[in-house]
T-cell receptor, first 115, second 116 residues
Framework: AQSVTQPDIHITVSEGASLELRCNYS??????LFWYVQSPGQGLQLLLK??????LVQGIKGFEAEFKRSQSSFNLRKPSVHWSDAAEYFC?????????????FGKGTKLSVKP | DTGVSQDPRHKITKRGQNVTFRCDPI?????LYWYRQTLGQGPEFLTY????????KSRLLSDRFSAERPKGSFSTLEIQRTEQGDSAMYLC??????????????FGSGTQLSVL
């Protein structure tokens, strides 16, 4: 069955520290991969996406993610976290050729930022 | 863009009652999606429309759930005979569908349903 795993339910980092959020997927074919952020009271916002090509993708707000086929992973990174980054982060996939709306989300990782 | 608007923001109902939620997509967006998000989980796809046509509804959770988009603009999601397990956040998203690689989804803030 198709699935997305985010192993970390909750992560706390200090402001200014680096961040890596993990995401693993389970598919036979190459999926389309996404990271979304959800802040309280706000809608989900797309941070970045990977379809093909360069395996390191840049997104908004200083985030980047790297696709590693051998590890079935698409981890999200940020070199220096800001207090405003505190939110919940979701990794998601769709199968090749599918509509972006048919997203399959992971359970999310809640990020807390210490001052 | 004025964004995707959902109404109401919160709904409290008693078990067995019917509820209806409304979603107003971004103007001219031809695709509209409904998701459900329960506590501690990621959003779960329910159904989607391309204009007024409902192209995928097999993922609706039961026959108590139905959705419409009669004029290809706003959409409604109805839950009949609500159960406590229906308590969740219901999210709507819209896009100008141009193929998976060019599409960008915009999500609303959701309707939080509590069934007592």
């Amino acid at each position: 069955a198709q699935s997305v795993t985010q192993p970390d339910i909750h992560i706390t980092v200090s402001e200014g520290a680096s961040l890596e959020l993990r995401c693993n997927y389970s598919y036979g074919a190459t999926p389309y991969l996404f990271w979304y952020v959800q802040s309280p009271g706000q809608g989900l916002q797309l941070l970045l996406k990977y379809f093909s090509g360069d395996t390191l993708v840049q997104g908004i707000k200083g985030f980047e993610a790297e696709f590693k086929r051998s590890q079935s992973s698409f981890n999200l990174r940020k070199p220096s976290v800001h207090w405003s980054d505190a939110a919940e982060y979701f990794c998601a996939v769709i199968l090749y050729g599918g509509s972006q709306g048919n997203l399959i989300f992971g359970k999310g990782t809640k990020l807390s930022v210490k001052p | 863009d004025t964004g995707v608007s959902q109404d109401p923001r919160h709904k409290i109902t008693k078990r067995g009652q019917n509820v209806t939620f409304r979603c107003d997509p971004i103007s001219e967006h031809n695709r509209l999606y409904w998701y459900r998000q329960t506590l501690g989980q990621g959003p779960e796809f329910l159904t989607y429309f391309q204009n007024e046509a409902q192209l995928e509804k097999s993922r609706l959770l039961s026959d108590r759930f139905s959705a419409e988009r009669p004029k290809g603009s706003f959409s409604t999601l109805e839950i009949q005979r609500t159960e406590q397990g229906d308590s969740a956040m219901y999210l709507c998203a819209s896009s100008l569908g141009r193929g998976a690689t060019n599409e960008k989804l915009f999500f609303g803030s959701g309707t939080q349903l509590s069934v007592l």
